[in-house]
Nanobody, 128 residues
Framework: QVQLVESGGGSVQPGGSLRLSCAASGYSKCMGWFRQSPGKEREAVAIIYSRDPVTASYYAGSVKGRFTISRDNAKNTVYLQMNIVQPDDTAMYHC??????????????????????WGQGTQVTVSS
């Protein structure tokens, strides 16, 4: 059982930046950030796989070039650096984790529901 706790959400103006953190109770090879807005399905934002010596990250097209996912395995923490945020980025952001291998991890971009462990989420609101 892996427990995940997100933090760092809040209100930010368009064009601004925000950094989300997700602290896990243990190590998981595959971790990711997902978001959900009212009336919309949960969608993947970014996923990161890490098992020495391989680290790989994957991004949704809507955030590529603006968001960066990273992780600190010593702290069992994954981060999402959000830059040049837009109103469409407004959502509840959830962290997820599982022990997928590299191929299965990357497929989480199109199939978020396969992740077994989820945090409660942190709200991000982008408005002027």
């Amino acid at each position: 059982q892996v427990q995940l706790v997100e933090s760092g959400g809040g209100s930010v103006q368009p064009g601004g930046s925000l950094r989300l953190s997700c602290a896990a109770s243990g190590y998981s090879k595959c971790m990711g950030w997902f978001r959900q807005s009212p009336g919309k399905e949960r969608e993947a934002v970014a996923i990161i796989y890490s098992r020495d010596p391989v680290t790989a990250s994957y991004y949704a097209g809507s955030v590529k070039g603006r968001f960066t996912i990273s992780r600190d395995n010593a702290k069992n923490t994954v981060y999402l650096q959000m830059n040049i945020v837009q109103p469409d980025d407004t959502a509840m952001y959830h962290c997820a984790a599982d022990q997928f291998d590299l191929l299965a991890c990357s497929s989480g971009l199109t199939n978020p529901t396969r992740f077994g462990y989820w945090g409660q989420g942190t709200q991000v609101t982008v408005s002027s």
